[in-house]
DNA sequence: CGCGAGATTGATGGTAATCAACGAACGTGG
DNA sequence: CCACGTTCGTTGATTACCATCAATCTCGCG
C-alpha cells in the first residue's frame, strides 16, 4: 500500500484524531484489494464483516426488493461505507458494487469494534460519521418527500456545479441512468427532466451538462441549505 | 420528576450502560417539562441546545422546504430525538411538534457532549444508537424509493399489527393525515389506499383498521425484513 | 341542533413508470 | 477502413400513480 493512500486515509475524519499507534495497527489489519467494474462487493442480507473503504475508482450503493432497485448513494475516493452495519456487528440493508476499476481497502469488522474500544478518539469519531451519515440520509429523504424530479435534478445540478468548482459546467462521472436511480427516477425521465429544465440553461452534450443562466436555474430549484448541505455532499 | 420515570428512560439503550453516577447527573441537569398539544418544540434551522426524551405522550419530526411540509418520524415513550444534531454542535435538520399533551425531558446539549467525553460506556452507547437511527432512515429511504403507496400503507398494517401483540385489529394512534404524511403521500390518497387494500382483508373503522386475511395482505405487501427491519420499528 | 374538523369520495390534471422504437457512440471483427 | 452489433440515451405513446380541488359525509362537541 503507497505512502500517500496511506496519508489520503490518516486525512479522513474518521481516522484523523485517533492515535498513531492504533490506526497503523488498523491499516495494516486490512487487505487493500483491485476489483474490475462491475463487481458486488457486499450484498444486502450478508454480515458485516469487512468496513470498506474505496482508496481508488467509484462504488455504487444499491438496494433490492421485490424485483425492484434502485441507487442509494454513490462513493470516490476517499470514501468508507456500512460503518453502521460493521459496529453494531448486523447485516447489510445495502449492497455494493464498482462502477469502474477500484482499489478497496477492507478492514475486518472485529478488529475495528476492537480498535473503538481500545483508542477513545476513534469512538468518538465513529460517532461523528455516524451523525453525518444519518444527517446525510434525513437530508436524502427531504429531497425525495418534497421535490419532484425535475427539482431533484436542478438541485444536484447546482450541488455538483459548486463541487467542480462553480465552472458552470457540470461533468456527469457515471452512466446518466446511474443518476437517474439515484435521484428516485427512471433513465427515460431523467431525460425528460433534462428537457425540462432547457429553458433554464441548462443545455446537456453527453456527459457534461452547460449551465448558461445558473440564477435562473436556482430561482427554479430553490435550492435548501437543510436539504442540499453546506457540510458535506450527497454525491 | 417520577422514579419510574427515571427507571424507564435509564432502560433506554441509550442510557442502559452507562455509569450510574454520570447518568444521574445527566438526569438532574435536565429540565422535564410539560407541553399542551400541538405546540412546536424545536424548529429546524435552529442550533441544537438540548437532547430531548419523550418521557409521556406523542410527538411528530416534521420537515419544510419551499411551502412543502412532510412528517419524517412519530414518537412516543420513550424515544430520544436529535441526537445527530446535539452530538456535533449543529443547526436541527427536523422540527417537532407534540401531537397530544406531552411531557419531555431536555437536556442540555453541552451537558450530554461532556457527559459522553467522561462516560466510555456512554459514547459507546451514543455509537450504537445513531447507528441504529441511520439504519432506520436507510429503510425509510428504501421504503419510499422501491414501494408504491398501497405496498407502503400494507407494510405500515402488517408491522403495526405485529407491535400490537398481532390480534389482527390495528389501532392508529394519531391523525389519519399525519399517517400519510408519513407514509408519504395525501390524506386523499390514503384514503384510496385503504380502499384498494379491502380485497386483501383490510376493514377501516375510524381509527381502528381490522386486517381479516393477514395471509393475503403479506402476499401483496411482501414484506421486507431489511426494509421493515426486525430490530426496531419505524413508527 | 348546528357547527367544525377531519375523513372520504369524485373529478381532473400532472407527474412518473412502462413499453416500444429509434438514434448515437463505441468496440469488435472482418 | 468499414460493417456490424451492442449499449446507452433519447423520444413517443400509453398507462399507472399521485396531487389537487371540490363536494359530501361523519362524528364529536358546544
Redesign the pocket.
Known sequence: MKQDDIAAIRNLSLFRLMREDTFLALIEAGFLQRFPPGVVLIEERDRADFLHIVVEGQVEMFATTAG?ETTTDLLRPVDTFILAAVLSDQVYLQSARTLEASRILMIPAEKVRATMAADPAFMRAISVELARAYRTAVRDLKNL?L??????LANWLLRTNAEQGNRNRVE?A???????SRL?????????????LRPYGVK?K??EVDLTQPQALAEFAKPDPMIDGCEENLS
Open positions: 425492484r418527500k421535490r419532484t424530479g425535475a427539482e431533484r456527469i457515471f452512466e446518466k441512468r446511474t443518476l437517474a428516485g427516477m427512471t433513465p427515460e425521465n431523467l431525460s425528460r427532466a433534462f428537457a425540462a446537456v453527453g456527459p
